[in-house]
């Protein structure tokens, strides 16, 4: 599933509500994201607005519930379901 996260939405929120709509529950029967990631950092690494020094060319993909979570480009958050088979990178 693709989810376009709105400039006004930081991306730790835009994150959760992507992986609950693709899990079909509401976002606070997740577990805190900053237990799987540093919330701060994904915040400030994809901040969008006037001042931000977010990266726009960059993507980051981690574990996230029963989740495989990509985003790109600050905007484009893409869920699929996590596998068992998937190799870490290093």
Same mark, same amino acid.
């Given at each position: 599933?693709?989810? !376009? ?6 991306? !730790?929120?835009?994150?959760? @509500?992507?992986?609950?709509?693709? @899990?079909?529950? @509401? ?24 001042? *931000? ?16 979570? !990509? =985003? @790109?480009?600050?905007?484009? =958050?893409?869920?699929?379901? *996590? !596998? ?7």
């Amino acid at each position: 599933m693709e989810h !376009t996260r709105n400039p006004d939405t930081s991306m !730790t929120v835009a994150v959760v @509500e992507a992986v609950s709509s693709f @899990e079909n529950c @509401e976002p606070t029967a997740l577990a805190p994201l900053y237990r799987v990631v540093d919330t701060d950092a994904l915040d400030a690494l994809f901040a969008t607005g006037p001042g *931000a020094s977010g990266d726009r060319g960059c993507a980051v993909s981690f574990e996230f519930s029963d989740s495989h979570v !990509t =985003i @790109e480009n600050s905007e484009r =958050i893409v869920v699929e379901p *996590a !596998t068992a088979t998937r190799v870490p990178s290093n």
